[in-house]
Each structure stands twice: as C-alpha cells, then as structure tokens.
C-alpha cells in the first residue's frame, strides 16, 4: 500500500510472476512522481532495459472521496490471496465498516462483495523509466546529467556534482579509461 503525495491518495501494488501490478480505486493516467520514486524503490527486481511496466489492473473504483484507504487494504487482501482483482467486488457501504471489525478481532477477512454491478477503470500499462546508479526515476533528482561515453543518464546528487562540468565522464566508464593502457 503506497500513498501518493501529490494526489492525497492511497493505492495498492503487487509484483507477483514478474509483473508489478497497480490496483487504483480512482482512476489514473499517469503515474506521480512519488509513486514512480516509491514503485522504482520497491520493484528494482523488475527492471528491464531501465524500465518498469506497471499493469494498471481494472479494479472497482471507488465513489466516495475519503475511501481510497479502504479500497486499498482490500486490495492488498485479495492480492495477497493471489486473486484476480479484475474480477473481485466490494460492497462499498459495508466496507469501512467490515475493516473496523477486521482490526477489532486482529483478523483480516474477506471484505463484503458487492450486490450490484461495479463501474471499474480501464485496463492498461504505465511506464517507469529509471536511470542512474541508484536506479530510480528522472523525478528523484531533476538535474541529470549524461554521460559523454556510455550515453546514460546520471542524478547529479547520486554523482555528488554540484554544477554542470563542460565534460563528464561516469565513473564506470572513468574506470574504464583507468584500466585502458
């Protein structure tokens, strides 16, 4: 469970058979920069080719404004039950209720399905490009500089560079130079 800083709002993700799931119970577009810098940190295992394809699952979605919390740990539950969340229902105005009850017996059950059809978002895949050798997104530091020899993308604060030089190596291509007689 992530919160987005930038929307005041919680989300759920997964990453099960190589794949980073996103379960949003308002519907997105795109992804904030912290959830990008969260995401990055947390899923480093799925990063091919300095990109992260996140499936945006097609959950219920949620209609009051203040549920985004509880729609998350349900998430979270039926995700961790390894189940289709495509496919899973929630009965919105037994809900908030339902998980108060799950933390006064210290039990999480399942939550009440819904007794009429669910509007849910749209299905579709969300991208994370990660740089640098701490592997997170552009957001994390935008001052990035790029390296004149390999060509990859480098944050100033991971490089430790105060100001732009005219010329810059990185440093595994500077050991590269060193090593070269």
């Known amino acids: 469970i992530l919160y987005v800083v930038e929307r005041d709002h919680w989300v759920c993700t997964s990453y099960r058979d190589r794949t980073v799931r996103l379960y ?3 519907s997105t577009s795109s992804l904030t920069p912290s959830l990008e810098k969260q995401m990055a940190q947390l899923y ?5 080719d300095g990109l992260i394809v996140v499936t945006v699952v097609p959950v219920q979605q949620q209609s009051g404004g203040t ?3 509880v729609y998350s740990v349900a998430a979270a539950y039926n995700a961790a039950l390894g189940e289709n969340l495509s496919q899973v229902t929630y009965n919105p105005d037994k809900m908030r209720a339902h998980l108060e009850q799950c933390f006064k017996k210290e039990e999480l059950s399942p939550f009440p399905p819904a007794n009429k059809p669910v509007r849910r978002c749209k299905p579709k895949h969300l991208f994370i490009h990660v740089y640098c050798v701490c592997r997170l997104p552009e957001s994390y530091d935008s001052k990035m500089i790029e390296c004149e020899e390999c060509e990859r993308w480098f ?5 430790e560079l105060k100001s732009e030089p005219d010329t810059w190596v990185c440093p595994e291509c500077s050991q590269g130079e060193q090593d070269t007689p």
Do not use: E, I
Not at 44 to 48: E, L, T
Not at 155 to 159: D, G, I, P, R
């Open 24 to 26: 949003d119970s308002v």
């Open 44 to 48: 480093r295992p799925a990063v091919r």
């Open 67 to 69: 549920d985004c919390g």
């Open 155 to 159: 944050h100033f604060k991971c490089m």
